[in-house]
């Protein structure tokens, strides 16, 4: 990609769709349509132990094991919260299918009863563009309701995936 067409990818929008689920439970999915190809975005998002670099309020993410295409991470994310400092800790299962571009995680433990999801990533057959999309379905312990802290997800997906294209970016058009 050149750097005229780098100009194009940073002018569009982002899809967001939330799910209310019963429990207290949020389904939240956004999608981003990017110029950039598929290697440098799975090259980001693949590189564990840097993801705190560039993905906003994510303090740490390490590899605990690794056996072939299933990772063990430990990720603690941390913002201010209604004047607060929060933080989130979580040990996540997650399994790589490059193949179909996907990466799908599951709790196994950590600060949420339910913390799950995955990251896609599509090309359109013929053409010059792929999508990244981040799907989170997520249940708050006791004493950190969702409800209070949706909106807070909603911006940290639309964050979070501007960061991966934005790292994405750099690996593929250096200075």
């Known amino acids: 990609m050149s750097r005229k067409d780098a100009r194009k990818y940073s002018a569009r929008t982002i ?21 950039l190809d598929f290697d440098p975005i799975w090259y980001v998002l693949t590189n564990y132990n840097k993801l705190s670099e560039f993905i906003p309020n994510l303090f740490s993410s390490e590899v605990i094991s690794r056996t072939e295409n299933e990772v063990h991470l430990k ?28 990466l ?20 359109f057959p013929g053409e010059n563009r792929t999508s990244i999309t981040y799907e989170l379905i ?23 995936l501007l960061a991966v294209e934005q790292a994405a970016f750099k690996i593929s058009c250096p200075e």
Do not use: Y
Request: proline share 2%.
């Open 15 to 35: 899809e967001q769709t939330m799910e209310v689920l019963p429990g207290g439970t949020r389904r939240l999915a956004a999608q981003l349509t990017t110029l």
């Open 75 to 102: 990720q603690v994310g941390s913002q201010e919260f209604l004047g607060l400092n929060f933080s989130a800790e979580v040990f996540i299962k997650l399994i790589e299918d490059k193949t179909n571009g996907i």
């Open 104 to 123: 799908s995680f599951s709790l196994i433990k950590g600060d949420f009863r339910k913390f799950n999801g995955s990251w896609k990533i599509s090309q």
């Open 138 to 160: 997520v249940q708050g312990c006791f004493g950190m309701p969702v409800v209070l802290i949706e909106q807070h997800l909603r911006k940290n997906l639309k964050t979070n």
